[in-house]
T-cell receptor
């Protein structure tokens, strides 16, 4: 119930294409769903996040789509660029207190070919 | 504003030794969380501290301990190091005790030989 399942494990996209990464969860108590971008040797950087009361959130070229009934959410990267090549992690958390920590997926390694 | 800072950047230890990792949160942030990231995996939650009190603990053995100081900086201690403790240790800070909007530092790469 605490897992967040992420797919695909790796993804190759041509420059200008759309990159799509999917995540699924089981715990309906989760109420916060962020996406992080991580470059080799660096810490994860928060990209965009969503809560279950909205179905979509867009920030620049990055969009989260959220399907509460299916317990799935996805990251779409429009007009993918070689600089987007990194590992992307979805995560989830449930409301605060002692359980206020992030549970991460296993990551998707994105390669954008020029 | 400076982001989350961690020290040291890299560390090499041998089995059985002890290690202390340090983290300074973003100014104004009172919560610090520690995560372990094994190569090829997502970060795994170890501890959360808020206002110097432990607020959460992940599924890690008692060899792992942490504390938070009055200036909200934090230390992660690992005793009796095992080869399997080799990982990137990440510190994340946030304003509140809840997990949203966590900002990660660059991490400390620990290698246990």
């Amino acid at each position: 119930q605490q897992q967040v399942k992420q797919s695909p494990q790796s993804l190759i996209v041509q420059k200008g294409g759309i990159s799509i990464i999917n995540c699924a969860y089981e715990n309906t108590a989760f109420d916060y769903f962020p996406w992080y971008q991580q470059f080799p040797g660096k810490g994860p950087a928060l990209l965009i996040a969503i809560r279950p009361d909205v179905s979509e959130k867009k920030e620049g070229r990055f969009t989260i789509s959220f399907n509460k009934s299916a317990k799935q959410f996805s990251l779409h990267i429009m007009d993918s660029q070689p600089g987007d090549s990194a590992t992307y992690f979805c995560a989830a958390s449930r409301p605060g207190g002692s359980q206020g920590n992030l549970i991460f997926g296993k990551g998707t390694k994105l390669s954008v070919k020029p | 504003d400076a982001g989350v800072t961690q020290s040291p950047t890299h560390l090499i230890k041998t089995r059985g030794q002890h290690v202390t990792l340090r983290c300074s949160p973003i100014s104004g942030h009172k919560s610090v969380s520690w995560y372990q990231q094994v190569l090829g995996q997502g970060p795994q939650f170890i501890f959360q501290y808020y206002e110097k009190e432990e607020r959460g603990r992940g599924n890690f053995p008692d060899r792992f301990s942490a504390r938070q100081f009055p200036n909200y900086s934090s230390e992660l201690n690992v005793n009796a190091l095992l080869l399997g403790d080799s990982a990137l240790y990440l510190c994340a800070s946030s304003q509140l005790a809840v997990a949203d909007t966590q900002y990660f530092g660059p991490g400390t790469r620990l290698t246990v030989l």
